[in-house]
């Protein structure tokens, strides 16, 4: 992570260098959800047990 990279002090002053820090993280932040990948995930629910036992019957016959 870029976090654990950060191993020197520095100072931030005035208004205008504050700002430009702060818009730095913001756009570091912005990046970093853009590089996160959307897993592919199809979900069931299920309801009940006759649901269940249907779904547990189709994994079965699919993993043999």
Not at 11 to 24: H, N, R, T
Request: no cysteine.
């Amino acid at each position: 992570m870029a976090t654990s990279s950060i191993t020197k002090n520095f100072i931030v002053s005035g208004q205008k260098q504050a700002e430009k820090f702060a818009d730095a993280i913001e756009e570091s932040y912005q990046e970093s959800l853009n590089r996160q990948p959307t897993p592919d995930l199809k979900i069931t629910h299920l309801h009940g047990s006759e649901e269940i036992k249907s779904f547990m019957e189709k994994r079965k016959k699919t993993n043999d």
